[in-house]
């Protein structure tokens, strides 16, 4: 072998080995950022997992502070009577899944067959319409729903608006033909408010958000139907 031949298989494996090493540096280097990418991604997922379950702790220790001061002052707390108070009888209340159109007799309606699909209600604010057979199946689960009408004042919306974001198992939208301005729903339970600040507002959700009525406690409030 002459000594140029040697000294060209020598560079060949020389680069070899140099295009060996770069692959494992490039191999490293993906790794890691993979692992940069993971971490900061479950490390997002749990701090907002944290602040929405810490808004909706604060959320209920406001609303056990309104309960404990309406109770100071003889006034119905939570765990009592709501004044304006709606109830169905919830054994007349069917809950069969259906796909066929449910005309209800009351509006919003608070209970029925409905479709097999829940409204997702993790807190959710929707700016249209929703469907009454999905958003019966989420009172089924547990949720309050807040509907209004095109004369809620805006600033009594943002404020519901902000409750309900901070309240899992509760779900906002807009409501026309509903008789009341401003109305709050659950299973076999309504009731209609004179604004975001009326009392009634946070007796109603501390006493119905997953409260004794509903028929499928703890039942999945995501992974339903969402806006369109």
């Known amino acids: 072998m002459s000594h140029e031949s040697h000294d060209r298989k020598t560079r060949i494996e020389q680069m070899r080995n140099a295009d060996r090493a770069r692959d494992r540096r490039n191999r490293v280097l993906a790794i890691s950022l993979s692992a940069v990418v993971v971490a900061g991604l479950v490390a997002f997922g749990s701090y907002t ?15 056990a502070k309104v309960s404990e001061q309406q109770g100071a002052d003889g006034k119905d707390t939570a765990a009592g009577a ?12 069917t809950r069969n899944h259906v796909t066929k159109t449910v005309t209800y007799p009351m509006k919003p309606p608070v ?24 958003a019966v199946h989420s009172l089924e689960h547990g949720s309050v729903w807040v509907t209004y009408t095109d004369k809620a004042p805006a600033a009594d919306l943002d404020k519901l608006a902000e409750r309900v974001e901070k309240t899992p198992y509760s779900l906002m939208s807009p409501y026309e ?25 946070a007796q109603f959700f501390s006493k119905y958000v997953q409260g004794p009525q509903t028929p499928e406690p703890g039942a999945a409030c995501t992974g339903g139907r969402g806006a369109e």
């Open 111 to 134: 209970g029925g067959d409905h479709n097999p699909v829940w409204m997702n209600c993790d807190g959710e604010v929707y700016k249209k319409a929703i469907p009454d057979m999905n």
């Open 49 to 63: 997992l944290l602040d929405k379950s810490e808004a909706s702790a604060d959320q209920k220790s406001a609303d």
């Open 177 to 201: 033909d509903q008789a009341g301005t401003i109305m709050l729903s659950a299973w076999g339970k309504q009731v209609t408010v004179d604004g975001a600040d009326d009392p009634r507002v």
């Open 82 to 93: 709501i004044e304006g108070e709606k109830t169905w009888d919830a054994k007349k209340l």
